[in-house]
């Protein structure tokens, strides 16, 4: 057989010899040592290591690179929100264009293949996030697969004709419906924002993606939703189809009363998406001794079986004013903050970046490093799979279904001469 592409002395584990990747008609083809086949085109990855692509599974395009426009000074989230919404209100489609792009970029370099955005849909800036995203997805499909999130930032009962213009947005093509139950202004709100994403949702036959229980603490149950979802998700037969971003008031529950939700979350088969450089930032604001990390119970989710991934979330404004769309870097943060660093544990983020990402998001079945599947791979300047979060190596090369989309430079071939 005639290869596409054929990838040549590659480490897929660590523990195996340097194997051959053939792939053909954007799927991959063999793995094995050795493969005697002629190629379209061939990489000689020179023991270096490969990894399946990196997923971001909640990223917000329309609100990045806003950081230096109208900076916030507490870093608090009603703060967020509200600086953002003064410059929402201001939204031009060529500058949303021109940043979304920029981001995108940084993504495509850093070895993202696939992304789910969350733009705004709201009476603030209408649906100008979703029809730039439209574009986007068809001006980078060669690139990475883009899923768009109607999303109601500024709650659906609170904001009335939300409902109508994330209506819209699934008929313009979005694909998933997002929601945010703690921007209502009661419990019965909350609840209720719930049950009508749920409906918007079983409507389309789409996946449901909120935000969810952003707080330091649970004691309003706006910010303790958790459990009503999952419970949603069983009764209306969405197990596996329902992805919770933030999720952070999990982590002051004690252990008897966390337990059951997460059993509940396990049950219904929902990834909870950690957004470690947004929730670091903006949690434990009001502590004045023992500041809280603010994330999500990661080690106790994982441990209870839920699917966790993570994300970068904002990328430089008012929720978070740092970022580039590298996922390893946010791998290597949350591995810190999590205190997950036995070689064990490391691997747990790493799948967290990759497999448990292409789970949230609804992609798993063709995702991975395994004959049949797509050929969405990233070459990693580095000779270990074991030190991708260790190295935050450059990306030698992506590859999106079975094509080469980037080519950077091989530092480590300096390194392995010893200069």
């Not at 935000?211 to 958790?226: I, K, L, M, N, V």
């Not at 004045?288 to 079986?305: E, M, S, W, Y």
């Not at 070689?343 to 395994?370: F, S």
Request: aromatic fraction near 4%.
């Amino acid at each position: 057989m005639k290869m596409d592409l054929l990838i040549h002395n590659v480490r897929v584990c660590d523990d195996q010899p340097l194997m051959d990747i053939g792939i053909k008609d954007s799927k991959i083809a063999a793995i094995e040592k050795g493969i005697e086949a002629s190629a379209v085109q061939s990489i000689d990855a020179g023991g270096r290591a490969v990894i399946p692509g990196l997923i971001e599974p909640h990223l917000h395009l329309d609100k990045a690179m806003l950081h230096r426009r109208l900076p916030a000074s507490l870093g608090t989230l009603d703060e967020a929100i509200r600086v953002t919404g003064i410059l929402k209100s201001k939204q031009e489609r060529e500058d949303v264009l021109d940043r979304s792009r920029r981001v995108l970029d940084m993504a495509v370099q850093n070895g993202t293949v696939a992304i789910r955005a969350h733009p705004d849909v709201d009476l603030i800036q209408g649906l100008i996030g979703v029809e730039t995203l439209l574009q986007l997805r068809e001006e980078y499909k060669h690139l990475l697969d883009l899923q768009i999130v109607a999303f109601p930032q500024e709650g659906i009962l609170k904001s009335e004709g939300t409902y109508n213009l994330m209506e819209t947005a699934m008929g313009m093509g979005a694909d998933v419906v997002g929601g945010c139950p703690y921007n209502e202004l009661s419990w019965d709100d909350a609840r209720r924002h719930i049950d009508m994403v749920f409906d918007m949702a079983q409507k389309h036959d789409a996946h449901v993606d909120m935000h969810a229980d952003f707080s330091d603490e649970p004691t309003d149950q706006r910010f303790a939703c958790a459990a009503y979802i999952a419970q949603k998700a069983i009764d209306t037969g969405y197990q596996g189809r329902v992805s919770l971003g933030h999720v952070t008031s999990l982590g002051a529950l004690p252990p008897e009363e966390l337990k059951p939700i997460m059993d509940l979350l396990y049950e219904a088969d929902i990834s909870i998406v950690t957004l470690p450089a947004t929730d670091l930032y903006l949690g434990g604001r009001k502590d004045d001794k023992n500041q809280r990390r603010g994330l999500t119970p990661v080690r106790a989710l994982h441990n209870a079986g839920v699917n966790v991934a993570y994300s970068s979330n904002n990328v430089r404004n008012a929720f978070t004013p740092f970022g580039k769309a590298d996922m390893l870097v946010i791998g290597n943060m949350l591995a810190h903050v999590i205190q997950f660093g036995t070689p064990e544990d490391q691997a747990t983020v790493l799948d967290m970046g990759t497999k448990n990402g292409a789970r949230a998001i609804g992609i798993a079945r063709d995702y991975g490093i395994d004959v049949g599947k797509q050929a969405d791979l990233v070459i990693l300047d580095t000779y270990q799979v074991a030190d991708a979060l260790l190295d935050i190596p450059s990306r030698s090369w992506v590859i999106k279904r079975g094509k080469i989309t980037v080519v950077t430079h091989h530092s480590c071939d300096i390194h392995r001469r010893g200069l």
